[in-house]
């Protein structure tokens, strides 16, 4: 959905400084249903070093993130389910919001609640609601393969959209490695789109795929610079401003549903299907609080390269499971815009590391 936070190992929160990670741009929705890595709070540099509890939480990050692409592809290839994207990012958000208040609450307290007015969070609720439900259209529209290499083009965009609106500048040895990732993620689009068209959905990627990816790139950069912004407004940290932003959401949606769902879909839905969702939204919870135990316990330099991990795992298996032959030229365009994107992580550290 998108996007993700992390929970402190020794049961408190992130500190309020901000995390300066430029991590995956995995999953869907699940980037775009937490403020991004680059939203991150930034917290004091320890020296990279690997727990018993790091490492469960990197696999458990893993194994969420992964699932829920597959799980939430799995739900999307029912052709009412496509035509009710509000309707199911409104219970995501509905079971992150139980979920966090529990874990804020005693005995565990991960984190300390943090109120926020509702008039001042809604703009933030608005944009979070475009960046899940459009982030989880491309998915609905397209291959695995397709949606995940065009969520890299996120972090690009972000930048974009920082130099517009902040005039914050990139290095331009960064600024050179993000022709690939366009490049790369143009020949996958065209290849996708070209292929069987009596291919399953799954398998291939729709004009209407493409165009989701797109416009979803915006409303995904445009939430991850507004994460920014808010964490200096309010001084909350990451979970706790997403325990704010989840229920006025699903408020948002409640309004929103009845405009862009068919709400009969729902009458249809088997016992097994409702199952799958729920698996979906407990996915979500595991993706949003192993990454909190992530970058306060393994820091950030692990978070980035459990994301990019993620990134190619799931492509990995995405064409795995398409069965499409190795040297299909897609796989050129996937190869470009993941080692362009890993360059530009280098590239832009390496940059600040001389500040």
């Known amino acids: 959905m998108a996007a993700t936070m992390t929970i402190s190992d020794e ?51 893993i194994f969420s993130a992964v699932g829920l692409v597959f799980v939430n592809k799995r739900i999307f290839e029912d052709d009412d389910l496509r035509h009710a994207q509000v309707t199911f990012a409104a219970t995501h958000f509905a079971i992150t919001a139980a979920t966090l208040y529990g874990v804020s609450s005693q005995p565990i307290a991960l984190f300390q ?35 995940q290499v065009a969520r890299v083009l996120v972090t690009p965009c972000v930048a974009l959209l920082e130099f517009i609106v902040l005039r914050k500048k990139i290095p331009v040895a960064a600024g050179l490695t993000l022709i690939p990732v366009c490049l790369g993620v143009g020949i996958v689009s065209y290849f996708d789109t070209s292929a069987d068209p009596n291919a399953h959905i799954s398998h291939r990627t729709t004009p209407l795929g493409v165009f989701f ?26 979970a706790q401003l997403l325990l704010n932003q989840s229920p ?10 009845p405009l862009s769902d068919d709400l009969t879909v729902w009458r249809t839905v088997s016992l097994g299907t409702w199952a799958v969702i729920f698996l979906s939204g407990m996915l979500a919870c595991l993706l949003h609080i192993s990454q909190f135990l992530i970058v306060d316990g393994a820091g950030p330099v692990a978070s980035t390269v459990v994301g990019h991990a993620k ?4 492509i990995a298996i995405g064409w795995s499971c398409s069965r499409r032959p190795l040297n299909d030229n897609s796989m050129v365009g996937i190869l470009l815009a993941i080692g362009g994107i890993i360059a530009y992580v280098q590239t832009v550290d390496e940059d600040c590391g001389k500040c």
Do not use: W
């Open 11 to 61: 049961e408190h929160a992130l500190t309020d400084e901000k995390v300066d990670d430029h991590t995956d741009e995995h999953v869907y929705e699940a980037e775009a249903l937490l403020p991004n890595d680059e939203s991150l709070e930034k917290k004091r540099i320890r020296p990279f070093g690997m727990t018993p509890k790091s490492c469960l939480s990197i696999a458990i990050n």
């Open 311 to 314: 990134t190619c795992l799931i």
């Open 248 to 257: 006025a959401s699903v408020l948002l949606m409640l309004y929103i549903i």
């Open 213 to 238: 990816a797109l416009i979803s790139l915006v409303a995904s950069a445009t939430y991850t610079v507004m994460i920014k912004k808010y964490h200096d407004i309010t001084q909350c940290e990451s």
């Open 113 to 147: 609640r943090k109120r926020v007015g509702f008039l001042q969070i809604l703009p933030l609720a608005f944009a979070m609601i475009l960046a899940v439900v459009l982030t989880n259209a491309s998915l609905a529209y397209s291959s695995i393969q397709f949606y």
